[in-house]
């Protein structure tokens, strides 16, 4: 079942309202960005306290700093004026309960959705799957705070990154909605 009529209904009525926002300006307003995770428990305008035009938000699986992450995050600054970052990883995240060869064996045999279960990720459909996710570092996740701060000095040690920009590491709790600083990963992006 579709949700495509709910999506455009919900358009409708946000149009409705959009009033000047179509003026605002193309750099944050309060200069900053976050990179966060995509997971739909994630609500970065309210954790945040963002409004449009805010803030630059980059997601992805994991929140973790791929080539395209620290691209989107060098963008935000060397052309729209970001002074502050944050790598912002979540408890609970579904990067934590699977690893590289899970997720390469659960394509080699089906393309269709995996299933969850008590021991992890499992396949439930028919083939045919591909070996192409062989050629993928899926950046799973082991440790969660050490992949905050792994992620934060992947940045910092980027050689497009200024030195003179702060990069914060925090965990977002899902069971309180409370931002948790990961003090190794804030102090392992301080700037110079």
């Known amino acids: 079942m579709s949700v495509l009529n709910e999506v455009l209904a919900a358009n409708k009525a946000y149009v409705a309202d959009f009033g000047a926002k179509g003026s605002l300006a193309l750099p944050p307003a309060r200069s900053f960005a976050i990179l966060t995770c995509m997971d ?8 945040a306290g963002l409004s449009e035009g805010d803030a630059h938000v980059i997601r992805n699986a994991g929140a973790r700093a791929s080539d395209d992450a620290i691209r989107s995050l060098v963008i935000s600054y060397k052309l729209l004026g970001t002074k502050e970052w944050f790598v912002i990883h979540h408890s609970n995240c579904g990067m934590e309960f ?12 089906s393309l269709e959705t995996a299933a969850l279960g008590d021991s992890g990720f499992y396949d439930v459909g028919k083939g045919p799957g591909s070996d192409e996710g ?45 931002l948790r600083e990961i003090t190794a990963a804030t102090a392992a992006g301080k700037a110079n």
């Open 98 to 109: 699977f690893t590289d060869e899970i997720m390469r064996g659960l394509l080699s045999k």
């Open 40 to 47: 739909a428990r994630l609500d970065p305008a309210k954790y």
């Open 134 to 178: 062989a050629y993928i570092d899926w950046l799973t996740i082991s440790d969660q705070e050490k992949a905050v701060v792994d992620d934060v000095q992947r940045i910092r040690r980027h050689p497009l990154v200024p030195k003179n920009i702060p990069i914060y590491g925090y965990v977002y709790e899902v069971e309180t909605g409370k």
